[in-house]
């Protein structure tokens, strides 16, 4: 059972990027058998895809986020990383990684990032 | 850029039937795949490739799919149903996944 849990600081200022990372445990990031998104939830709205990696590094990005998105992978740590730049208010939002075969079959719990000076 | 379109909420008696609709021009081409989200919780899958239902899942959820539209269809709603349901698919060219806008199922 592939588990996922995001980390990074919770409050992020204004203009600066927003970097946080996902640890992959029950499975290797390298096994080839998922893509590795990032999917963010504004408070009280909806689901956003930000973007995605495979293995071999490939991405694909939110079109309309895709200047200010980088997704990267190091499968030494097992881990896959977003960063975000020139942040505002907007970018507010629980943040999810998650690992997906067409569907998203595991999710991280979440965390919130506040965009705030 | 790709839209999904649902209904902003539905509302439902307990043991009748929910329809959630999701609209949008690459669903003949590409797979939906339904979640269920409550609130403070990661979405869970409901639905996937249209009409197909995780095992563990109960049997009153199912999906269908027609055209441009894909129904997600819970028969025989109970209260713990009440949960905000988002579909979820990808552009034509496959690269670009969509949610969408997320519908907000009332139970009465």
């Known amino acids: 059972q592939v588990q996922l849990q995001e980390s990074g600081p919770g409050l992020v200022k204004p203009s600066q990027t927003l970097s946080l990372t996902c640890t992959v445990s029950?499975?290797?990031?390298?096994?080839?058998?998922?893509?590795w998104s990032w999917i963010r939830q504004p408070a009280g709205k909806g689901l956003e895809w930000i973007g995605r990696i495979y293995t071999s590094g490939s991405t694909n990005y939110n079109p309309s986020l895709k200047s200010r998105v980088t997704i990267s992978v190091d499968t030494s740590k097992n881990q896959f990383s977003l960063k975000l730049s020139s942040v505002t208010a907007a970018d507010t939002a629980v943040y999810y990684c998650?690992?997906?075969?067409?569907?998203?079959?595991?999710w991280g719990q979440g965390t919130l990032v506040t965009v705030s000076s | 850029s790709y839209e999904l379109t649902q209904p902003p909420s539905v509302s439902v008696s307990p043991g009748q039937t929910a329809r959630i609709t999701c609209s949008g021009d690459?669903?003949?081409?590409?797979?939906a795949y339904w979640y269920q989200q409550k609130p403070g919780q990661a979405p869970v899958l409901v639905i996937y490739?249209?009409?197909e239902r995780p095992s563990g899942i109960p049997e009153r959820f199912s999906g269908s799919s027609s055209g441009t539209t894909v129904t997600l269809t819970i028969s025989g709603v109970q209260a713990e149903d009440e949960a905000d349901y988002y579909c979820?698919?990808?552009?034509?060219?496959?690269?670009?996944?969509?949610f969408g806008g997320g519908t907000k199922l009332t139970v009465l």
């Open positions: 979820q698919s990808a552009d034509s060219s496959g690269t670009s996944v969509v």
């Open positions: 490739k249209d009409s």
């Open positions: 029950g499975g290797s990031i390298s096994s080839g058998s998922y893509y």
């Open positions: 998650a690992a997906s075969s067409g569907t998203f079959d595991y």
């Open positions: 690459a669903l003949p081409k590409q797979y």
